[in-house]
């Protein structure tokens, strides 16, 4: 059974969702959809990227769809791409959205221009290519009835627009890191992992700061008591700021891309 | 594979949809169900009845399930209809939600009141149709065990409820349109296309002012820099206003069923 | 086709419940996951006991996944039960979320502890156990390749955390009943049921009062107008509080736990 997953910033508040869903059925009967999330922050290109990048590796080789599309209707590229492991296929915009999740899979080998697909619902609106050109292309690979390269114009992997991230380093002042996303509970997700802490000369249940404020680095927010902070590795092996039974995000009044210094406690 | 579309006013807080789609399961194991949506503003049957009419076209043909049901438990009747076209089946309550639906896919040809239903869920609760009225029938109609006819008491179909919509005029002052609905994003659909446009006199990317303010007429809200008012034919090809990157409903202060007023740009 | 069930508190605006559905889809690919709802309030065990225990019984038999799991990463066990009726299996965490369905269905008949099954996914998060641990158990035993008994460590059914309840008592000042839980629309749910109402001298559709305030006992709350308040079964049995088109969490000020006083008006 093939399965395409399904990742937006429709929300479900709306039809958005459901109409794509309805497209892939009557496109590709058989194929099991199954929805990574459609709660990425709108228009949040990067946060899309990095939820797909750890997402797939839990999710069944197939189709993998992803929509956060802020220049829809504009001059951003449509594509189709093959990654080198697994046959993994990504269908979405050109905008970076598929960058990592294309890295973590091996890279590009084959990459198409959807845009004026065949495959396409016509007519096309200039809105809402989620339904339009997204889905039906999806749908049409997850059938099996059609080859990537059929799909659209051939592209060279290379002019695929990659995402840039901030990197953490190591300082005097301690290790400068950075918020990549937040989750719904105020957890916040750093651009850094435990090789990055060790080379800052900080190490494992050590009492820290974080912006000066005192954090314990522990396995989870359980070690700690409700209220305190502390630095973890989250579920997907990359550090992380938790507040136990609160919100890192507010406690330090952190936003997306604020850099944080994390430093030995005095 | 036979399909039952879903689409409630029930939102995913609560457990209302699964308890649904888990009698569904009960009854017809086979049936694959797809969710239009469950963020229909509560009790707002015309949103509801809005989405349907739109969204229904993009599903594989099957049983339409719409519970948007403020008088529940009241006088309203439960029913479900035959379409002229695709063999569409609705189900839902009898208050215009089901009715442009109908409309679109040709009429009612066949209709049954299910109030009484010997296909209902025993004993009948007061407040929760969706799980003892609507989905039951739903799904034994997906299940192909029964006939249309032996779900409930045969309905003159001229009897249904019909949605009353407002409508857009071309007056002096230029085109007077309504605020229909509003997706999430503050989106607004408009009682008018581009027809309702020309004949008020007014024409494609010609400046024009909304309640006063500038807005331009575009293929979409990329087309205007972020903050500006556009309007453009929606996904649906019904008109909308947009900000891009905004909320064209905060922007102009409007409610569902507010007048405005469309003019050239002096 | 196997069926799981899915309860959780991780609502859909992250990736937590597309990465379990993934993990699910890659070890059953057969299996069909129909979500119950991931909107319980976060860390809420009650209230995910109270879902759970009310919304199975509308569910195909199967296995059923649930977690709301405050203590995740600490010394609470993680289990996997199997019922006395319907061979229906029970996993997640073992704080009582599992306690009221398990006695639902007549009471655990077998207990394996699972937080170092051979099932897991390699390596454990420290704080997501819905994707290493829960999900993964869940899939094996819908797939039906291994018993419960192969799943984990033996453990006495005797020894699983119950959750304890407020009980309602009938009083000289009427039926003194408590605030269980409430729905997204403020309808508050109460721990007593018509029964109670009789043992304290309360009849229905007489005139009664909430905390001094007039209320109705009525059929449900399409019998009183906007605005006022209801008392009423709802879907499940259980004594409601409603305002019409309102909310009674609000209207009376209550929050879960909170006592509320039923009398006869005078």
Known sequence: MAV???????????????????????????????????????????????????ALGYMPAGVHLAVVDPEVGGARRAVALRCAQEERLLVGPDNGLLSLAAKRFGGVVEAVEI????????????????????????????????ALAAGGARLDPGELVQLVLPRA?????????????????????????RADLAAAGLRFARALTVNGRRALFATTFADVAAGELVLYEDGYRVLSLAVNRGSALDALGLEVDDEIVIATAS
């Open 115 to 146: 845009g004026r697909s065949p495959l396409r619902l016509e007519p096309v609106s200039a809105s809402f290519h989620g339904r339009d050109v997204f889905a039906p292309v999806a749908a049409h690979l997850a059938a099996g009835t059609i």
């Open 4 to 54: 395409v997953t399904f990742l937006s910033d429709y929300g479900l508040d709306d039809d958005f969702v459901g109409v794509c869903h309805g497209v892939i059925a009557r496109i590709a009967p058989q194929a099991r959809v199954i929805d990574v999330t459609h709660g990425i922050a709108r228009h949040d290109v990067r946060a899309g990227a990095l939820v797909l990048e750890r």
């Open 169 to 193: 380093r190591a300082t005097d002042a301690g290790l400068v890191a950075h918020v990549l996303h937040a989750d719904r509970y105020g957890n916040v997700v750093l651009d850094a992992g």
